[in-house]
């Protein structure tokens, strides 16, 4: 099956994009990087696409007189690539709904939280407010409502005692890693699909299905 051309959209950091990078490495992985685009020209997420080889482009929000504008020109530089399916990973502009419909059921983002719980920013520092004992990491399919889209899939980590906004973060970044390329694996291969504002999984369930925490 030909592979499925993945655009990421990144505005800092980019380890999520790597791990998709990495993933993608995989013979049998059913997605390729076509196109890494930042809004933000010092991205560092930029260099460690270019190092991998694949194509990046900057697509500054700042030279826009508006959003529709800016993202028409995301979209042209997007079509170039033949980008059929789009990552955020670390994105920091929110979308007008005109752009988010074009890419109905084929937008995912990732979140540092269990939605629907954390939604926003500073997640793990709303986590430990919360006295939460379960946080985690979800991936979703992007809707107009900033993180409310259907989940696709999540992972869960302990907090534990002495936690801080740094340690949480840390165990919950490696989960991210590990839940992205799967999740995008899931979806290249059909195997969730959105249907209106629901996911359908066509999934068989292995192992304990319980989290506990503490243990
Ligand atoms: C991640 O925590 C992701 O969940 C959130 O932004 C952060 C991006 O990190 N949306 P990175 O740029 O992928 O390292």
Redesign the pocket.
């Known amino acids: 099956m030909a592979k499925r051309r993945i655009g990421v959209l990144?505005?800092?950091?980019?380890?999520?994009?790597?791990a998709l990078i990495e993933a993608a490495r995989q013979p049998d992985y059913p997605a390729e990087i076509a196109l890494v685009v930042s809004n933000r020209p010092e991205a560092k997420?930029l260099a460690r696409a270019a190092e991998a080889g694949i194509a990046t482009a900057v697509v500054e929000h700042k030279r826009f007189p508006d959003r529709r504008a800016f993202e028409e020109e995301l979209e042209r530089t997007l079509a170039a690539s033949g980008v059929e399916i789009l990552c955020?990973?670390?994105?920091m502009r929110i979308f007008t709904p005109w752009f988010v419909e074009r890419w109905v059921g084929r937008m995912l983002?990732?979140?540092?939280s269990l939605l629907p719980a954390f939604r926003g920013v500073d997640t793990h520092r709303q986590a430990l407010a919360a006295g939460v004992l379960i946080h985690g990491?979800t991936v979703h399919f992007v809707t107009p409502e900033l993180d409310a889209g259907p989940i696709i899939a999540q992972a869960a980590v302990r907090v534990v005692p002495g936690d801080t906004e740094e340690t949480l973060?840390a165990r919950?970044?490696a989960e991210?890693h590990r839940l992205y390329p799967l999740a995008l694996r899931m979806v290249c291969e059909g195997k969730v699909r959105l249907d209106g504002e629901v996911v359908h999984h066509r999934l068989t369930w292995q192992g304990d299905d319980t989290l506990f925490a503490p243990p």
């Open positions: 990144i505005s800092g950091r980019g380890s999520n994009l790597a997420g955020l990973a670390g994105f983002n990732i979140h540092p990491c973060a919950v970044l991210e």
